[in-house]
């Protein structure tokens, strides 16, 4: 029998009702990293059994959908999807999303390396949550953890990522039966360059993060080094021992281990091998010059503007390309996302005054384009030019190797990857085969990287890169991640 998650809790809900009811047009399923992840083993509900996936309400007519108690059942092209939609109140969802997830927590776990606030001039000082805002953090996980242990015949429960670290224990103190795996998508950070940012209030709700996490049998990391850095933080907390494979705490053991994410590669598949080439390339084409491609959220954690630094330096120093550089809005009306904006604004300005200077076509631009040409555009890119100052694993790399397996070998290109990324872990040793792998801080190391890139060095992505792209598929990992769970207790 297949192992199957019968509850998914995720912040986000499965898809937001952006129509209303009578317009009979459904909305389109959510994208982002965790969605994608986790959609392959989502098992249709057939009117007992199957999943549920417990998230926030945020479409503008989510209630004309469900019922008083939040569920429904979207169709999907797998089935139907068994779904529960909790709603908060605004300011609750205020200081829950904007400030203790994305202001407080998001730029927190990010600090793997190096103190970033200090060195970037853009990436905000992770910032300490009021009591007030902390109290809604706990009142939305609570939520969370309330509709799962309403779930009594659940055999398990999934939870995901840093905006619900609470709701394992809160889960397990509600008396739910089933195990319970908790997965953090996000890199986990080092203490020591966390510590400035952890004084105080900010360090005693840090400590509840992992007290909270640690209520699950089973918590997933991205990679080694996450893993490595959690257990030594988790380890730090009076009461919790180290153990093999895991850690005491609470009388129990809670295994830990890392389960690199993958993608769903039959669906990255099917559109390269039916997408036509996008509207956006045509300017370099029509150039017969190398095409660069930056693709990501446009979130302080990218790298962005360093990226558009070294290119900058590579166009002075005569190398000739052309740049299509596309950043999705994101967290829109989040404070710590102020001062990223004017930064890219800047550094694109001076890359794109550079590449006139050289004649290459530049564009780099804040919009939402649609899956389809996401993935034509990997497939198309001479380089994938991602530069993550610090990534949980970066699927863009992944999903590009498999968008160019439809072109002729000689003829693919070169992934740039940041070497805190997850996936310059889960892949070193791929160097060679497609896979360049930068220190975003180090311009020098960029240009250079940018520049052997151009000319296929040293190595186009190869079927053997494909090939391990493909066997550690998000199914693989979720079916990983589920056995180790199952076994756990
Ligand atoms: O782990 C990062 C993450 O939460 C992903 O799950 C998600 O795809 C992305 O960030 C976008 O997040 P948000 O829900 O804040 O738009």
Redesign the pocket.
């Known amino acids: 029998m297949p192992i199957r998650a019968d509850l998914i809790l ?3 809900a499965y898809l937001d009702h952006e129509a209303p009811r009578w317009a009979d047009s459904p909305s389109p399923a959510g ?6 992840a986790v959609r392959p083993i989502i098992e249709p509900w057939d009117g007992s059994k199957g999943t549920t996936w417990i998230g926030a309400g945020l479409g503008r007519y989510d209630r004309e959908w469900t019922d008083e108690r939040g569920f429904e059942l979207i169709e999907t092209n797998r089935g139907p999807v068994r779904h529960r939609r909790l709603y908060f109140g605004s300011s609750t969802w205020a200081a829950h ?1 904007g400030e203790v ?2 202001s407080f927590l998001w730029p927190l776990v990010h600090l793997v390396r190096e103190d970033l606030p200090k060195v970037t001039g853009y990436y905000p000082a992770p910032a300490a949550p009021t009591d007030g805002d902390w109290a809604s953090y706990v009142a939305v996980n609570t939520a969370f953890a309330e509709a799962a242990a309403d779930e009594a015949a659940a055999a398990n429960a999934w939870v ?4 619900l670290t609470l709701v394992p224990r809160m889960l397990r103190e509600r008396g739910f039966r089933g195990r319970i795996g908790f997965f953090l ?2 890199p986990f950070p080092s203490l020591e360059v966390a510590q400035p940012y952890l004084a105080g209030a900010a360090g005693r709700y840090f400590g509840e993060v992992i007290r909270g996490m640690l209520g699950a049998d089973l918590v997933g990391l991205q990679s080694l080094h996450d893993l490595a850095r959690f257990v030594a933080a988790a380890t730090r907390l009076p009461g919790v021992t180290l153990e093999r494979g895991g850690v005491r705490f609470d009388g129990r053991f809670v295994r830990c281990s890392a389960y690199p994410v993958g993608i769903d590669v039959d669906d990255v598949l099917s559109v390269a091998t039916s997408a036509g080439p996008p509207d956006r390339i045509r300017a370099a084409r029509e150039a017969g010059l190398p095409l660069v491609v930056g693709l990501e ?1 446009g979130d302080f954690t990218k790298g962005i503007p360093e990226r558009l630094r070294a290119m900058t330096t590579a166009y002075r120093a005569g190398a000739r390309f052309a740049y299509v550089g596309i950043a999705a809005p ?2 829109e009306g989040v404070r710590a996302y102020e001062a990223l904006d004017a930064a890219i604004e800047r550094e694109a300005t001076r890359a794109q005054e550079a590449a006139f200077a050289a004649g290459c076509p530049f564009a780099n631009v804040r919009a939402n384009v649609g899956w389809r040409d996401v993935v034509a555009l990997q497939r198309e890119a001479d380089v994938v030019f991602t530069s993550s100052l610090a990534d ?1 694993q970066n699927l863009v790399p992944l999903q590009a190797a498999i968008a160019q397996s439809v072109r002729p070998a000689r003829e693919r290109g070169v992934i740039i990857t940041g070497r805190d990324a997850g996936v310059a872990s889960a892949y070193a040793g791929f160097e060679l085969d497609g896979l360049a792998t930068v220190d975003p801080l180090d311009e020098g190391q960029m240009v250079h990287t940018l520049t052997e890139a151009l000319e296929a060095r040293p190595g186009r992505i190869s079927e053997r890169f494909i090939g391990e792209v493909r066997s550690r598929d998000a199914l693989a990992w979720a079916t990983r991640f589920l056995t180790d769970l199952e076994d756990a207790c």
């Open positions: 995720a912040n986000r994208s982002g990293g965790l969605l994608a999303y997830s994305n995901h990522d840093y905006q998508h996000t959220r994101t967290r949980g």
